[in-house]
């Protein structure tokens, strides 16, 4: 039972305009979320993170919005660049945990 | 100042034979995570180390995998009697303390099995 869901498999934004990138979540609410990013032959790149206890997080064109209630968490990228295109992974780090859960991804591609 | 650095990058093996997958850690980290990306999936966790103990290995599969992270040296990902399902994105991370809050993950040895 997939315990981070990222239902969108890819997205594609004109540069200049908004990406919103989903992410859902099964845990409990103790949890602390991150975005990575990921280009291809590469490891994902810490991007975000937010704390259970926040309901957003900004930093730069970046922005993450977490929705205890509807367990739901998601990612803003403002405006949106070429570079920006890659793969996103929303993670999940459990309180007492070690692991991170990672969703399946989301490919975003952003044209010029 | 170098990141996480695994090695190979790309490493091929026929079924049957044995994989090993290095990773150096970043300077001053001593906590090490492997993750597999098979295709097409995201990154499921395999093994925690910190050095020269396993301190959750509830990823790994139970047989034919193992890990190990010396005193000194990398740590190791060790497959044996490797099959066409083993073929996947081996990514190997660290942390300089037990916070895992967006640690570093190296680049990947990419596996493939003939």
């Known amino acids: 039972d997939q315990q981070v869901k990222q239902n969108s498999p890819s997205l594609s934004v004109q540069e200049g305009r908004i990406s919103i990138l989903n992410c859902d979540y099964t845990?409990?609410?103790?949890?602390?979320f991150l975005w990575y990013k990921k280009y291809p032959a590469e490891g994902p790149t810490f991007l975000i993170s937010?704390?259970?206890?926040?309901d957003k997080n900004e930093d730069g064109r970046f922005t993450v919005f977490l929705n205890k209630s509807a367990k739901h968490l998601s990612l803003h990228i403002v405006p949106s660049q070429p570079g920006d295109s890659a793969v996103y992974f929303c993670?999940?780090?459990?309180?007492?945990?070690?692991?991170?859960?990672f969703g399946k991804g989301t490919t975003l591609s952003v044209s010029s | 100042n170098a990141g996480v650095m695994q090695n190979p990058r790309h490493l091929v093996r026929r079924r049957g034979q044995e994989a090993r997958l290095r990773c150096s850690p970043m300077?001053?980290?001593?906590?090490v995570y492997w993750y597999r990306q098979l295709p097409e999936e995201g990154l499921k966790f395999m093994v925690y180390?910190?050095?020269?103990?396993?301190?959750?290995e509830s990823g790994m599969p139970k047989e034919r995998f193992s890990a190990e992270f010396p005193k000194e040296g990398p740590s190791i990902l060790r497959i044996q009697q490797v099959v066409r399902g083993d073929s996947a994105a081996y990514f190997c991370?660290?942390?300089?303390?037990?916070?895992?809050?967006?640690?570093?993950f190296g680049s990947g040895t990419r596996l493939t099995v003939v």
């Open positions: 993670a999940d780090l459990q309180q007492a945990g070690t692991a991170l859960i």
């Open positions: 180390l910190q050095k020269e103990n396993i301190i959750d």
């Open positions: 991370a660290s942390s300089p303390d037990s916070l895992q809050r967006g640690y570093t």
């Open positions: 300077k001053g980290h001593s906590h």
């Open positions: 937010i704390s259970s206890i926040k």
């Open positions: 845990n409990s609410m103790f949890d602390y």
